[in-house]
């Protein structure tokens, strides 16, 4: 990738994305929320769209000179509501986190009762959080995961029927089941409550039709755009038609000034790319890819929040080794593997430490792995968890992963 100017004016900077360059061609990327972008996104991304300031919607600007975004921006409206089936999308949200308070600030009043997914069993932050807005300024009630590591519909409708909540989150960060998004439509109608999916995790294989989709059931569907939908970082709001004033009122000058163009761009660019038949094939595969890894950590005496995956991650539940997720994550990267420490459910250990490692792969799909290149990275990641302290051991595990990486190269045209 040519950074010329960046070299010219700042070399420190330009070395360090160099270096992130070969970092990110040498390791095996397992954090389930990354992906690799096409050439044809960074593009969008890096390009003098960055200049434009567009505060307001297409064709109802606060500023002069928006004829092209208006234009970028109305496409990439278009192609999100066509992709997921939408009668409304806002493109301008920053990010997965401002896509959610956007709803939030439209369908709720501080104080107002929200039930969403813990966070520690698999929820995100925005669902309800002590720690965050969702948390701080809204009364949450929380459901979280069974012992088999999958939503106990009952629950959360024996929960929502004592809470009584104005909104219901239903989508996760860290859940490996098909979520029955009808089921959680049965259960906010029966209380009165509006529907948010936030599907920021599964977005990919949802447009390409592998995981079912909220659109025909929830009021308001969130996503961000840089997970398993391939594109730049950043967030979408969709919603049903009635919504469609009073969220767009929400994201701008709700909660944010200008849109960013560029980043509008590339979406646009990833929601046409999601609509190829290359990516369904693409989407099918993560999921096979993730259920032969599920398979081989299995195999080789691993246990998995609740067993075999049927979306793009899982969690490896580190409990029975007496190994933290911090320790694993951190023995992972010295083998050449990227992955993020997470909370088992009913965890022993503090949210910084945890008992589990999530996994994920859309990024190594993006790459081309197939299944057998994921029974090899079961093999490494097993190999790490035996032979932790095992200096030579973890020498020959990180030759065998960079071996994979040299045979699956990113950005090579
Ligand atoms: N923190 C992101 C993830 O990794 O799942 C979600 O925002």
């Known amino acids: 990738m040519d950074i010329k100017n960046i070299k010219k004016v700042d070399p420190q900077v330009a070395q360090q994305i160099e270096l992130e360059f070969e970092r990110q061609q040498n390791t095996i990327e397992l954090i389930a929320s990354e992906n690799i972008t096409s050439l044809a996104v960074m593009e969008a991304s890096g390009s003098v769209l960055t200049n434009k300031y567009a505060e307001g919607k297409p064709y109802k600007r606060f500023y002069n000179g928006c004829e092209h975004v208006d234009i970028i921006e109305e496409i990439a409206q278009e192609r999100a509501k066509s992709l997921f089936g939408v009668d409304h999308a806002n493109v301008q949200p920053h990010s997965g986190a401002q896509a959610n308070m956007a709803v939030f600030l439209y369908a709720l009043k501080p104080g107002d009762k929200v039930l969403g997914m813990d966070l520690s069993n698999g929820g995100h932050l925005t669902h309800g959080s002590p720690v965050n807005f969702s948390g701080l300024y809204f009364d949450v009630a929380s ?51 509006l529907l948010m999916a936030d599907i920021a995790h ?44 009073g969220v767009d009122k929400a994201v701008f000058p709700g909660i944010q000034g200008g849109p960013l163009e560029h980043i509008i761009a590339a979406k646009a660019i990833a929601l046409h790319e999601a609509a190829q038949p290359e990516f369904k094939t693409y989407a099918a595969q993560v999921i096979k890819n993730a259920q032969a890894l599920a398979q081989g950590l299995m195999d080789e005496g691993m246990d998995i929040v609740g067993g075999m995956t049927q979306n793009h991650l899982m969690t490896l539940d580190l ?40 996994l994920g792969t859309p990024a190594v799909t993006t790459r081309g792995f197939k299944e057998d290149d994921m029974v090899e990275v079961a093999k490494i990641i097993a190999g790490a968890v035996f032979a932790s302290d095992n200096e030579q051991g973890l020498k020959n595990l990180r030759e065998r992963a960079l071996k994979l990486c040299k045979r699956y190269p990113i950005y090579v045209d």
Do not use: W
């Open 202 to 245: 599964i977005a990919g294989l949802v447009a390409a039709g592998v995981h079912p989709s909220p659109a025909p059931y929830a009021d308001f569907v969130t996503t961000t755009t840089h997970k398993s939908l391939r594109g730049p970082r950043g967030g979408i709001t969709m919603c049903k038609a009635e919504h469609a004033a």
């Open 319 to 358: 409990r029975k080794f007496g190994k933290t997720g911090k320790d694993m994550a951190n023995v992972l990267e010295q083998v050449g593997i990227t992955a993020n420490k997470n909370t088992v459910p009913n965890d022993p250990q503090s949210p910084f430490v945890t008992s589990g490692v999530r």
């Open 143 to 193: 459901y979280g995961v069974n012992e088999y590591g999958e939503i106990d519909y009952d629950d959360v409708r024996a929960k929502a029927l004592s809470h009584k909540p104005k909104l219901i989150v239903c989508g996760a960060s860290n859940y490996s089941k098909i979520i029955d998004f009808k089921r959680f439509k049965e259960i906010a109608d029966e209380v009165g409550a």
